[in-house]
């Protein structure tokens, strides 16, 4: 099974934090689900469960015990910069927690999904399709991004922060929980979604190859009706694939950038509050490691957002462009347009696009929209920063004046 073979890097891993369902993948008639691959599943998925409502609740109902900066000046560090801190590690276990309880939920639709995709590889191999994408350079470097900030928040937690052993531990936790499953989301995504682009890519040189040769050689047989027809035929069921694959994927994606925009956002305003609350010399520690944790927040989820919509985005516009080939066709030759009329009339309808549970559309253009809402949300907080630096300094004020 090729298909099986193209996602060997990151199966097994993908597999062992119950991301990708454990599947017998020894013939395509027998590829399923496997009964103790499901039991671990689960198991997985309600051991983080439990584990996240206690955290939560401790998080919350405890959220002093938690604090990241031992500045005693709240003119650095305020009561809104220890809220949104509060709040980012809320969104970061359940953020974890929905993606694994997704991933295990949808396991047997993933598997039906990938024997879809072994059976049309058949197809593609038999006409020569041999590529395969590889991921490495990215995921290296994702990997090093998402290891910085394992280790910045360790340094800024362990040595820093007034936190007792016990929640240290409980925070260092759900923070490499967050970025292991955020890292292995990402470069699976990555490397089934470029692996169906190229498919679609290979079937798409097929078909404009088969469109020239109408353009300079109108002929209508049965030959060329049932490669055409063949050609349709996997093109529809890539739509579909695509389709599942969404529907697998789009709750998980919900989730995870919810927290990526939570986070990017919060970390720049804590970057900013950061800087701007410098009063001298003395503190220009605290900003430094503040600064250094804050950007490595920023430049991982950013990262790991980039690597996402530019592969929904791959497939999508890959998986589009075929209705714009089809239609040279159409035009050119009245003998097909019976076969090609109902694919073109379901493309113009709805496009090939990936969603984060229908919320909102995720590609190239999210990216933009994302920075575009942080920067307004960046105004808010910095309003807010300013309105409480105010009401500090009337208090000070105020006390010296009694005194």
Known sequence: MKIVRDLKSIVKPGQVFALIPFFNMDQEESFKLETGGKIYGYLVAFLLMVS????????????????????????????????????ETLFCICSYTMIVLSSVHNGGKHCRTLREIAKIDEYLEVNGFKRQYSCRMLGTLLAISSAGVVVVAFYYVHFLSEMDIERQCVVMFVYSLQLVYSYLFAIYLRIILMNLAQRIEFLNCRLDEFTRRQEKFPTYDKENWRELSNLIEMFCKFRYIAENMNSVTGVSLLFFFGFSFY?????????????????????????????????????????????????????ASEANTTSQILSRVYGKSKEFQNIIDKYLTKSINQDVQFTAYGFFAIDNSTLFKIFSAVTTYLVILIQFKQLEDSKLEDTIETSAAKN
């Open 52 to 87: 996240s409502i206690m955290f939560c609740e401790d998080v919350l109902f405890d959220s002093w015990a938690y604090k990241l900066t031992a500045s005693k000046s709240p003119a650095i560090q305020g009561d809104t910069e220890e809220i949104n801190r509060t709040i």
């Open 263 to 315: 986070t990017v956002t919060n970390q720049s305003y804590l970057a900013f509050a950061t800087l701007t609350s410098l009063r001298s010399t003395a503190s220009m520690s605290n900003v430094k490691d503040t600064m250094g944790l804050s950007c490595a927040w920023v430049i991982a989820e950013t990262a790991t957002m980039i690597i996402i919509c530019s592969s929904c985005d791959a497939l």
